[in-house]
């Protein structure tokens, strides 16, 4: 009852602050909907069967078209990454010609061209530093209820939890890689918070969610938090932007965070970490994660006889082809080729793998920009909340190279954060400073 009556206040909240508050707070709804996904959650059945995340994206349009003229300035293409993108979704409608699948490619192509709307009027509506600020809060507290429901629901299968997921991800993989960039986030800000009861909600945030990764068991998306957490501490720990206690800071959270892992990591999950090295091997007698590796060269083959890719789910359609027979592949050898990387180059071939990597390298190089410009005006904080996003990019890159997540919501939000960012910090000050010097 408890999650009806917060779905219910989010809903109210959500639509009462884009007028009364920051027109942006339309976006951070959406959010918040996407994590709470109520037609897959047991208290489904006591709210109205309607699409929540439809009347989201409604009132974001309708927020943007009555506060046009404030968000004029917010260029599109000022976003080199941006171009990427939308160079990537085009590539994946040109697909549908020759895609092996056409009614699954569609839908799966209107699925990532609505996604691509979403962000771009997301941006559009983020206007200043603390409008960034309020996505990045949004993205943590969906994430924290999405990590409480996994602690409510406990492991359900076996030593994983399944059937949590959300709309696009509905597999444990999946929701972990979704959880994954949020540690960091909630890292940054216990870090910047200026109180301690608002440091202990960035820390409850933290530990629930770092709970929920223990419970679903993903390898990959263990490697990618923990990925993201190192990259951050290492900026912290030996950039020349210091604050006073900084590196004991430092210190103290490596040694509390390992603390307060060996806590939360039960057996099951010590096995099935400590067999990553294992399961890297190869082994043609049954599957395992050194199989991928198989699937991974098999769709490099593939590529070459179908450089242009095979639309939706074209590996699955050649991968009895192309995989080896002497290869265990369990239930059936159509199977899915388990990373972004290949997942991309066998859907739209090689030039949408070029796309796909052009613009997670722009995403990541303009926020490289953010940090030099706020290192310069010493704005300690956002040049912190720069490198979580930067962090948080690093983390969901290393989960998607062993799922197939080209098309996932939280790739598109990260890529939103580093757009905003940029256009914040970098494309505005030049701007301003521009105008400075014609006055």
């Known amino acids: 009852m408890i999650s009806v009556i917060l779905f219910y206040l989010t809903n109210l909240i959500g639509y009462l602050l884009p007028f009364f508050y920051a027109p942006i707070f339309a976006f951070t709804l959406y959010q918040l909907i996407y994590y709470f996904h109520p037609e897959k959650r047991w ?47 085009f590539l994946y409608g040109i697909a549908y010609f020759y895609a092996i699948s056409p009614v699954f490619h569609l839908v799966a192509f209107n699925y990532f061209l609505k996604l691509l709307i ?101 390898r990959g998306a263990f490697l990618g938090a923990a990925s993201s957490i190192v990259f951050f501490l290492f900026y912290m720990y030996f950039s020349k932007f210091q604050r006073k206690h900084q590196k004991k800071l430092v210190i103290f959270i490596i040694i509390t965070g390992l603390a307060g892992s060996i806590y939360l990591m039960d057996d099951n999950f010590k096995q099935r970490m400590f067999s990553i090295t294992k399961q890297a091997e190869v082994d043609s007698s049954k599957e395992s994660g050194g199989t991928r590796m198989i699937y991974w060269m098999a769709a490099w083959e593939m590529a070459k006889d179908y450089p242009f890719g095979n639309g939706y789910r074209g590996f699955n359609h050649y991968s009895p082809i192309y995989i080896p027979a002497n290869v265990n592949t369990g239930r059936s050898k159509n199977r899915s080729v388990h990373s972004t990387w290949f997942e991309t180059l066998s859907e739209v071939g090689y030039l949408g793998l070029f796309s796909l990597c052009l613009m997670l390298y722009y995403s990541y190089s303009t926020l490289n920009k953010c940090k030099k410009i706020l290192q310069k005006q010493e704005k300690i904080n956002d040049y912190f909340k720069v490198l979580a996003i930067q962090a948080a990019l690093i983390a969901f890159i290393v989960s998607m190279t062993f799922l197939n997540r080209m098309r996932a919501e939280v790739l598109y939000w990260i890529i939103l954060y580093s757009a905003c960012a940029y256009n914040i910090y970098v494309v505005k000050e030049e701007a301003n400073q521009d105008k400075k010097v014609i006055n």
């Open 118 to 218: 979403i962000i771009t009027i997301a941006y559009k509506l983020c206007n200043n530093s603390k409008h960034l600020d309020i996505i990045l809060y949004g993205h943590i507290i969906g994430a924290w209820y999405m990590s409480f429901y996994i602690f409510q629901v406990g492991r359900n299968s076996g030593s994983r939890v399944e059937g949590v997921g959300t709309v696009d991800s509905p597999d444990a993989n999946g929701i972990a890689a979704t959880l994954a960039p949020v540690l960091v986030l909630c890292l940054y800000n216990f870090l910047v918070a200026k109180n301690n009861s608002t440091k202990l909600i960035f820390v409850l945030a933290g530990v629930f969610i770092a709970d929920a990764l223990v419970l679903i068991n993903s």
């Open 43 to 89: 208290w489904g059945v006591l709210v109205p069967e309607i699409s929540y995340s439809f009347f989201a994206v409604l009132l974001m349009i309708f927020v943007l078209l009555i506060n046009i003229n404030l968000f004029s300035k917010n260029k599109i293409l000022s976003i080199p990454q941006f171009k990427w993108a939308y160079f990537l979704v």
